[in-house]
């Protein structure tokens, strides 16, 4: 069964820091990965999909990285701002079930 | 542009009572899913369907009934609530290859008392 871990739970930085978020994965039969945003009290947002045979997607500020064989993929936030506080999620979709999702991890960026 | 719509956002349930979440999309996906969120814990899947007509069960089914009889349209519900039942409910909808993104509603939160 795949499993989806992310750590930290929770991360608190001052305004302007670079800082990296980490997803691990147990079983690297996978089609794809994806980082979500949430904001208290809405849905998933979609960041990134990188697709098995990437290695990397960026979008602005953001870039995520996949590495299959070890199970890994870290999100990239570039000169962070108070308005990137949310929770992060990563998922992975297997390619023998549906999409398995870590815990998140809990931004917080202080003006 | 209205993407995945879920009705309703807040709801109060006594032990036993049943009631049905629904949910809408208006992007042709063929995919749609439910899911729940509890804290601490990632998203679970409870059932997901390919298409108009089929469904399936996912990690989380007990208690939990669905169908898909447009493309549109993938109601959830709830058929005798149970306190373990409280919990944030989304729905999500992408499509069937493997490179599109899902797409999910703005959540309802469910309470059974």
């Known amino acids: 069964k795949q499993e989806v871990t992310q750590i930290p739970a929770a991360l608190s930085v001052p305004e302007g820091e670079n800082l990296v978020l980490n997803c691990s994965f147990t079983?690297?039969?996978?089609?794809?990965l994806q980082w979500f945003r949430q904001d208290p009290g809405k849905g998933l947002t979609s960041l990134l999909l990188?697709?098995?045979?990437?290695r990397e997607q960026t979008s602005g500020r953001l870039n995520a990285s996949l590495d299959k064989s070890s199970g890994r993929s870290t999100l990239y936030i570039a000169a962070s701002q108070p308005g990137d506080s949310a929770t992060y999620l990563c998922?992975?979709?297997?390619?023998?079930?549906?999409?398995?999702f870590g815990a998140g991890t809990r931004l917080t960026v202080k003006p | 542009n209205a993407g995945v719509t879920q009705t309703p956002k807040f709801q109060v349930l006594k032990t036993g009572q049943s009631m049905t979440l629904q949910c809408a999309q208006d992007?042709?996906?063929?995919?749609m899913s439910w899911y729940r969120q509890d804290p601490g814990m990632g998203l679970r899947l409870i059932h997901y369907?390919?298409?108009?007509?089929?469904?399936d069960q996912g990690e989380v089914p007990n208690g939990y009934n669905v169908s898909r009889s447009t493309t549109e349209d993938f109601p959830l519900r709830l058929l005798s609530a149970a306190p373990s039942q409280t919990s944030v409910y989304f729905c999500?909808?992408?499509?069937?290859?493997?490179?599109?993104?899902?797409?999910f509603g703005e959540g309802s939160w469910l309470t059974v008392v």
């Open positions: 079983d690297s039969a996978i089609y794809n």
């Open positions: 992007m042709n996906h063929e995919y």
């Open positions: 998922a992975v979709r297997p390619e023998n079930n549906d999409m398995r």
């Open positions: 990188i697709q098995s045979s990437q």
């Open positions: 999500a909808s992408r499509g069937l290859g493997t490179g599109n993104t899902i797409y």
């Open positions: 369907s390919v298409g108009a007509g089929i469904t």
